[in-house]
């Protein structure tokens, strides 16, 4: 339930939200029985009814986990698209886009580039949380941090002034603030809060120490 008593003093930027289009795209994540609820499509006029009453100025996409075999800049184009409709109808929409991107990719520079075409593009989120055991689509497997040619491509983001949105479980913050200290040009978002567990993290320690290690860098951020 919203409330009635609303401050419209300040405009707001939603700094994350993920817009879906079910028949334009494959999201694979969706087809998992915990998310059955959740698919439908999720367009700029469903997000201008959800903020009805609130002073939003706009949001930021953040790529919604579209099929990775799919060409991702497809996803920013529409956006992009998206966008345009909504400031020629004189309406909240999208302000940025967090794109996705393989940063093992042995044509990064090409993808990049791609991606940066359309002036929505602000930055890159690959899902960095992992677990060889997960029978998700969107937990990917593999040690994304550990790899050296994943690091190589974090660090090639800053040529092209993008941000790094991170998801990572909290035992692997320590290492992510490690690999953000050395590309100190790449700025780090932290997405849900760093995902404190604690049920399986017990007084939240390995969350403190982790978020800890990212607040001491001056070009980190956090999403609450």
Wanted: charged share 20%; hydrophobic share 50%; net charge negative.
């Amino acid at each position: 339930m919203q409330s009635s008593a609303v401050d419209c003093t300040h405009r707001l930027i939603d700094a994350h939200v993920h817009h879906v289009d079910l028949g334009r795209f494959r999201y694979p994540w969706l087809q998992h029985p915990d998310f059955a609820a959740l698919r439908a499509g999720y367009l700029p006029a469903d997000y201008q009814a959800d903020a009805a009453g609130r002073p939003v100025a706009g949001w930021v996409h953040v790529q919604a986990e579209v099929d990775h075999a799919l060409d991702s800049v497809a996803e920013t184009a529409w956006v992009s698209a998206l966008a345009a409709e909504a400031r020629a109808a004189g309406v909240p929409g999208p302000l940025g886009c967090v794109v996705y991107a393989d940063l093992r990719a042995s044509d990064l520079s090409g993808l990049l580039a791609d991606h940066s075409r359309y002036p929505l593009t602000r930055g890159v989120r690959q899902e960095a949380w992992f677990d060889p055991a997960s029978a998700r689509a969107d937990i990917p497997r593999h040690d994304l941090l550990s790899d050296p040619a994943w690091r190589e491509g974090y660090a090639a983001l800053a040529g092209f002034g993008l941000s790094f949105d991170l998801l990572a479980w909290p035992w692997q913050l320590p290492q992510a603030a490690a690999i953000a200290a050395d590309a100190p040009a790449v700025p780090v978002v932290l997405e849900h809060l760093g995902l404190p567990d604690p049920v399986h993290d017990r007084g939240l320690r390995a969350w403190r120490t982790g978020v800890a290690a990212l607040a001491a860098l001056p070009h980190t951020s956090v999403k609450l």
